[in-house]
């Protein structure tokens, strides 16, 4: 195994102890791909065995990153971008490796970002088709049956499990949204009666300004026209 020399294995928590000075030609065939600059230069790890730097383990699929993965391959290796790149899907032509991973990445991101736990039966279809085909081609022939398994595969218990999960997860938040709506038409009632109460305040402020006006005057109105009319038909003698 190789690690960059003192100058840059120390910022990556590489004892000292355990690198030495070259002793022999570096394997170019590990830098294929990307190559390696002329400033940099290695140390070889002579004591401690490759295989007791437990950093990768096993692969498994559950912890496959398909976009990290295709982002990877696109930027380390010379495979050949489809017409249109990478973050389209590509033309039914293309069936070249470039073209059959952004194809797969392209499914991915419509599938992992779907609004519903609901798809039409021509889309799967065609999903399904063009998916499977590329794997296919990418994988050959033991891919290719997989894909025909899986398609009339029954769903084991974690499978429904995660299923139902989902399907819980989309009414939970259906109920959220109706919650939100109902909300909003609560407050626009509480709205309209606070308007309404305003207009009665502002009704009965004036009312209240009429009477204040009338207490103020010490003879009523009706007693004051008795009054008048008294003293008009009275005569100075």
Not at 4 to 32: A, H, K, Q, R
Not at 161 to 170: A, C, R, Y
Request: overall charge negative; proline content about 5%; hydrophobic content about 35%.
């Amino acid at each position: 195994m190789l690690l960059l020399s003192s100058s840059s294995s120390s910022s990556y928590g590489v004892p000292d102890s355990i690198t030495s000075d070259v002793t022999g030609e570096l394997n170019s065939n590990i830098f294929d791909v990307i190559g390696v600059p002329d400033f940099i230069t290695f140390d070889v790890i002579d004591v401690i065995n490759y295989n007791s730097f437990d950093v990768i383990g096993v692969p498994v699929s559950t912890t496959f990153d398909v976009t990290l993965m295709i982002c990877l391959i696109r930027n380390l290796t010379s495979v050949t971008q489809p017409i249109n790149g990478f973050d389209s899907l590509p033309l039914p032509v293309e069936t070249t490796p470039g073209p059959d991973l952004a194809r797969i990445k392209w499914y991915r991101n419509i599938l992992a970002h779907h609004d519903s736990n609901k798809m039409a039966t021509g889309d799967f279809n065609t999903a399904w088709s063009n998916i499977s085909d590329a794997v296919s081609r990418l994988g050959g022939q033991p891919m290719n049956q997989e894909c025909q398994e899986l398609k009339v595969k029954i769903l084991d218990q974690s499978n429904q499990e995660i299923m139902l999960e989902i399907k819980q997860s989309h009414e939970k938040i259906k109920e959220l949204r109706q919650t939100v709506e109902n909300l909003g038409t609560g407050h626009s009632e509480v709205t309209e009666n606070l308007r309404k109460l305003q207009d009665s305040h502002s009704t009965l402020q004036t009312e209240h300004t009429e009477v204040t006006e009338l207490l103020k005057d010490p003879i009523p109105l009706n007693i004051r026209g008795i009054l008048y009319s008294y003293r008009k038909g009275c005569r100075v003698i």
